[in-house]
């Protein structure tokens, strides 16, 4: 710069000096006298370089400075400033500079900051995102993209999306965001070892402000939870039709004899009959337990909370089990340590005792015992449930809980259970917050441990 500065200054100075040896040459023609000549010449000399100096220090150099700040503002180095003290235009001019650098470089902070939280708001975002341009090329993408691919950005910026993208599904997508210029839509699933994910892609494209097709965004979002949801709904369906089918064919059967065929044998006829009754029996409790299951999983179910003695409870259902009981020979016993209060919903805890107690009684042989004992232990009821029974092979535990499942069908159906039973006791327990535990020896028993907190306030 130093350089720059003596060079050009320089160059003005044999300008001036080359101007002198002109006006030189001329007044040499017109004057004799050497003295006077070279006299006026140095002064004339002297003066411009005087002049050369003030228009130098004054115009060049702080343009010169100017224009250095310019070059550094436009290189993006928004720090540059003019350093001068000059009044007039040229100060007016370095001011005016100073100042544009300033709102340059707050420009460049605000965008620097709203580009830090665009990645970060697209990096956090729950679904995984891509940009494409209008040539197929990938310039963006989101964390959680990659972490639905167990890939890093290297494998994909840069890259052409079919080349790195090895689902058709998403090709499919992007060609027909492409053509028809609209939202579209496509399904397709990963595999990672045993996990299998079913993702939902958007494709949106982009425009330029001409409107013209610049590129297209690919939205990928996790719909695994809504499938399993979905599956299990059709499940279901489907279980209770064909639960609902097994009465009505039978009772329809049965009718159906008795009205075209002519039966005058009293004892066929209620044979009959009596087989009419317990399947519209059993298609009664199907349906109770299907009402009670549905209102329990309905958005904003309450429970009617009120605060009660266990004891009292225990009245209303020891009577009703303990005929149950005595059919089958079964020694039902019932230990309450003390009066215990709980506060919770009653008739949902009646519930739980008989679905609980009846599935005890049912899965044990004649002559067997059942035991009901409650008790207060760190501020929650503990009801336990044991019995002398069948069993539950330990690796079926969890699966007794889902809806219509049974270890053995025909069992089931024969002691009445509908196979909603623990499906409704689950869903009562964790309504109020509580647990629920299974312990149980093949052939020699099983313990079902309910505990409830006692305030649920
Ligand atoms: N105390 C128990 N002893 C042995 N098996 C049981 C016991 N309780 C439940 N189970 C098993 O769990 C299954 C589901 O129970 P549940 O939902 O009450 O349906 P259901 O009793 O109508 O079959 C039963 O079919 C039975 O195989
Ligand atoms: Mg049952």
Redesign the pocket.
Known sequence: MKALFSKSLFIYVIGIFMLTVITGAVLQLLVNDYIVLFSVLFIQFIILIIILLQIFHRYILPIQKASRTMGELVKGNYRARVHTSFNGSVGELSKKINVLARNLSELAFHEQMQAEQLSTVIDNTESGLVLIDEKGYIHLVNRKFLKMFHKTKQDFIGYLYYDVLNKEEIHQVVQETFLYEKNIKGFFTLSHNVDKIYIEVVGAPIFNERNMLKGAVLAFYDITDLKRIEVVRKDFVANVSHELKTPMTSISGFAETLLEEDITDAETRNKFLGIIHDESKRLHLLIDDLLILSKLEKDGFQLNLSTFQMEDLLEEVIPVMKKKSDEKNITLTTNLTKPTTLTADRNKVKQIMF??L???I???TENGQVKLTVKEKDGQIHIEIQ?T????PQHLIPR??ERF????KA??RN?G???????IVKHIVEQHKGTIKVN?ALDKG?T?TVSLPINRE
């Not at 029974?389 to 539950?392: A, S």
């Not at 499942?405 to 053995?408: L, P």
């Not at 509908?418 to 499906?423: K, N, P, Q, S």
């Open positions: 679905n609980l009846g599935n005890a049912s899965y044990t019995d029974g069948i069993g539950i007794i809980f499942y049974r270890i053995d069992r089931s002691t259970g509908t196979g909603l039973g623990l499906a149980s099983t079902f």
